[in-house]
């Protein structure tokens, strides 16, 4: 009698493929190209500059090519030289842009009266268009430090120990036009200075004092930046 076939049947060993001893080599790779690429990723995310830059949309591609990635440092500078175009031509307001900051000097003949810490009109009209063309930049998440500087004329009085004293009040004013515009306090800075970082010698051969020269020294620094 012929015995019949069982389909359920096990393969013998025989007949079952050869192991590949190294077929486990693959999924390794695979498992390994998968973490690096997420460390990459995780690393790029808390990089400030990444986050500033994905918020302003300032990265681009297009259909035939995609385009270079780009900080909106450059974009800020040319509203400020549009919006400050009359100051910066008469030198009371000078800009200087780097690849992640943005200074904006403006001398003391705009802002104050000599050992005073009220903005002058004018100056209070430079540092109000400043505002404005920072807000513009919404939602880019600049950090603010105001500088104070002053020049080499003594002060002492009831509300001023000496220049130090002086040039934190104003720096501390001008942080707060930007409080009251809406800006976070947290990412507002006040220094002071004094005349420790005068830009030029502001008295003659025989120590007088030379006016001009004190409008030059005398200055506020508004410097935003990416951290």
């Given amino acids: 009698m012929t015995e019949s076939k069982n389909p359920r049947r096990k393969k013998s060993e025989s007949e079952l493929p050869p192991d590949n001893p190294d077929a486990w080599q693959a999924t390794f790779l695979d498992t390994v190209t998968l973490l690096l690429t997420f460390f990459i990723l995780i690393a790029a995310s808390s990089d400030p500059r990444f986050n500033a830059m994905m918020s302003s949309g300032s990265v681009h591609t297009s ?24 100051e910066i031509q008469n030198k009371k307001v000078t800009l200087d842009a780097q690849k992640y900051e943005i200074r904006t000097v403006i ?8 050992g ?9 009209g430079i540092v ?4 404005r063309q920072v807000r513009q ?12 500087h002053t020049d080499s004329a003594p002060i002492k009085n009831y509300r001023f120990a000496d220049n130090w004293d002086l040039s934190v009040a104003r720096a501390s004013g001008v942080v ?7 800006f976070a306090p947290d990412k507002l800075k006040a220094s ?8 030029v010698v502001d008295r003659d ?14 200055r506020i620094v508004i410097r935003l930046y990416y951290e």
């Avoid at 002071?192 to 830009?199: C, E, I, W, Y």
Wanted: zero cysteines.
């Fill in 205 to 218: 051969a025989e120590m007088k004092l030379l006016p001009q020269k004190q409008d030059i020294n005398r």
């Fill in 192 to 199: 002071g200075f004094g005349d420790a970082h005068s830009l």
């Fill in 128 to 131: 109000e268009r400043i505002i």
């Fill in 137 to 148: 930049m919404s939602p880019v998440d600049f950090k603010i430090d105001v500088e104070g």
């Fill in 63 to 86: 259909d035939s090519a995609a385009q270079p990635i780009s900080f909106p440092i450059q974009t800020l500078k040319l509203s400020l030289e549009r919006a400050l175009h009359e």
């Fill in 107 to 114: 001398n003391g003949a705009s802002l104050y009266a000599s």
């Fill in 116 to 124: 005073g810490t009220e903005l002058l009109p004018d100056g209070r």
């Fill in 176 to 182: 707060r036009l930007f409080i009251e515009s809406g």
